[in-house]
């Protein structure tokens, strides 16, 4: 049976019911002596009413049960005609109070309901917010490189002599970086959906290098060094690649962010990957400012930015990434006077 169908024939029956109980009260409190008190029984079927009826006919039953208690006074024959109208009286005022508190708790309960509603749409847009934003961000650098790179292209063919080598370099350079943003966005599709990492085994020195290289030519014009000190003979890293590397990238863009920042400064960044009590380490320094307390207390909070054109958003996936692939992320002091984020992940061996 469709479940608006029961709803409704479980309404029927739960009316008849009240209706049925209602009746016999009356009946039994019409038939009794004065001093038995039967339409106090009225107020248990208006607790049951508020339970299941609608506002509406929790009111028309409290009239009925009014009215039949008074109708049931004037026609019961036997008794003290004093006790009667207190116990009338009584019951009248018991069936009211009860049917107005009843009431007043459904208003309550159905507020309730609409917050937890409120609460559940608020927190549906602001996953949406951050599924967009995160999108924008962890894209927007493969697109710039994209940009860069189609500029460049179109340079060396418009030169006088064109010098198709370095244009077809730079449309190499594009479909890798399209490639690495669609490869991306499938990562960040995972991380939405709660879905477990695509790990698989890989040399992280090899990972590192490549997405060193990457972020060395978008940070071409913040004149950047990044240099690399990679540990020899790691074991393999069990883990996804495509998010470790996504990790390095934003860490990188933060160190070169916060060094830039700094007037008369050359950004300086070192790479590290150690082998550290069976769990690789990478750690990313930089010579920029460093932390403030206020920074070290909300890294990672979403949406937590001190740049103007930031999204907060770059430690947040961080931290998940790197969780979700069964790692820590930690601060240190850079030997480089600025900043020193680090993370560890799984050796290959250790696969859960
Ligand atoms: N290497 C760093 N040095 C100094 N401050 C940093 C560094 N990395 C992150 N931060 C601080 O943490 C904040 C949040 O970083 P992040 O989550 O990547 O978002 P965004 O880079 O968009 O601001 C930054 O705005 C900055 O204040
Ligand atoms: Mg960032």
């Known amino acids: ?42 107020t248990a ?29 004037v026609l019961t024959p036997s008794g003290d005609y004093k006790i009667g109208l207190i116990n009338t009286g009584i019951s009248v005022v018991a069936i009211g109070v009860t049917a107005y508190l009843g009431l007043k708790l459904k208003g309550a309960e159905a507020q309730i309901h609409e917050a937890r509603e409120r609460i559940t749409r608020i927190a549906r847009l602001t996953t949406l917010g951050q599924l ?25 063919l418009t030169q006088p002599q064109p ?33 477990a990492p695509a790990s698989s085994i890989f040399d992280l020195n090899a990972a590192v290098t490549e997405i060193i290289a990457l972020s060395s030519s978008a940070a071409g ?19 996804d690649r495509v998010q470790v590397q996504q990790v390095v990238s934003n860490l990188l863009l933060n160190g070169i962010e916060a060094a830039s920042a700094v007037p008369k400064l050359s950004p300086r960044l070192t790479v590290t990957t150690r082998l550290v009590q069976d769990r690789l380490t990478v750690a990313v320094a930089d010579n920029g400012p460093g932390l403030s307390a206020e920074a070290a207390e909300h890294l ?5 930015t001190t740049k103007t054109g930031g ?12 969780e979700a692939n069964g790692g820590r992320i930690w601060t240190e002091t850079s030997p480089l006077g600025g900043a020193r984020f680090a993370f560890d992940l799984p050796v290959a061996g250790d696969k859960p």
């Not at 409190?29 to 009225?42: G, N, Q, R, S």
């Not at 990672?300 to 937590?304: E, G, I, P, R, V």
């Not at 999204?311 to 790197?322: A, D, E, K």
């Open 1 to 42: 049976m469709p479940s608006a169908a029961r709803i409704r024939s479980n309404y029927a029956v739960v009316l008849a019911a009240l209706v049925f109980a209602v009746a016999a009260i009356f009946i039994a409190d019409t038939l009794t002596d004065y001093a038995v008190a039967v339409a106090i029984f009225h």
């Open 45 to 73: 079927v208006m607790l049951v009413a508020t339970r299941f009826l609608g506002v509406r006919a929790v009111a028309a039953l409290a009239v009925a049960c009014v009215v039949l208690t008074c109708l049931s006074f």
């Open 132 to 156: 967009t934003a995160s999108i924008a961000h962890e894209v927007s650098q493969p697109l710039a490189a994209i940009a860069a790179s189609a500029g460049a292209g179109r340079r060396w």
């Open 163 to 195: 010098n198709t080598e370095k244009a077809l370099a730079a449309v190499d350079r594009i479909t890798r970086d399209a490639d690495r943003a669609s490869e991306i966005l499938d990562r960040v599709r995972r991380l939405a959906r709660n879905e």
């Open 221 to 239: 014009a913040s004149g950047a060094v990044i240099n690399a000190d990679l540990s020899e003979s790691l074991p393999a890293a069990f883990a």
């Open 300 to 304: 990672y909070d979403a949406f937590w």
């Open 311 to 322: 999204f907060g958003l770059g430690l947040t996936i961080c931290r998940t990434i790197v």
